[in-house]
């Protein structure tokens, strides 16, 4: 990348993908080299690597059975946050100068709360409330933007603007895989590889089969396609939107 003057946005998809993850592992990992430096805490790492391998070993090292249980474990934490962004967003909603703009937001916030599925055309409908208002990545409440980052699995506990500043490099990260991911073609993903671009994206996939993952993710592409980077906080939001009501595992 550096002897072609490559930025990451212009590698292709898998290698774009590839890149985000080592930067998470190597983050992950971090603490076991840490803990590892006195003579001798290599037997202690070995203990706290068998007794917390979510926490301390990033996936590869992961079993078959220990990426469906541990994915799920990290969904339902993310999921715990879905009822606090839909209130914030209603709220952020109720202070919208014009009407008419107002009611489609609430009434779509209300429809997922009820338990429906939006309809891309009615996200769509409500775009502009995302990039010029009170909604927009920089002027949301701050309970709002650490309910959002925790969907993104990302720490809440920072001070505003390094939430805000952290939670929209993620989203435009995101942004910038799906227009690379649309021009590989979602029919060159394995399944292993749909599912995981389901997860990133909000949606547990874990439990669903190839085809339901394929048009899920289309849905998605869709809209993150069509959207500018200025339009960042709907993208963030539709995480919870598109995601809130669909397939849940299994208890």
Known sequence: MA???????QLPYRDMERLRQFRRDVLKAIPIGIIAIPPFANFLVLVLMYFFPRQLLIRHFWTPRQQLEFLD???????ASYPAVLRALARAARSLPEAQPQQLLLQLCAQ???????????????????????????????????????????TPHLPAFLLRRRLRSH????????LALLHLGLGQLSE????????????????????ECQAWLEQWLRLSCEL?????????HSMVLLALNHSQPPE
Do not use: M
């Open 171 to 178: 989203v435009l990260e995101i942004r910038h895989l799906d």
């Open 73 to 79: 474990a990290y969904d339902c934490r993310r999921r």
């Open 192 to 211: 292993e590889e749909l599912r995981a671009a389901c997860y990133l994206r909000g949606l547990n996939a874990t439990h669903l089969g190839q085809a």
């Open 228 to 236: 500018q980077a200025s339009e960042a906080s709907l993208l963030a």
């Open 3 to 9: 002897q072609l003057q490559l930025s990451p946005q």
């Open 112 to 154: 997922v709360q009820g338990g429906a599925q939006p309809r891309l055309a009615q996200l769509l409908a409500v775009r502009s409330l995302f990039s010029g208002s009170l909604l927009v990545l920089n002027r949301l409440q701050v309970d709002h933007v650490r309910a959002l980052s925790q969907v993104l699995f990302l």
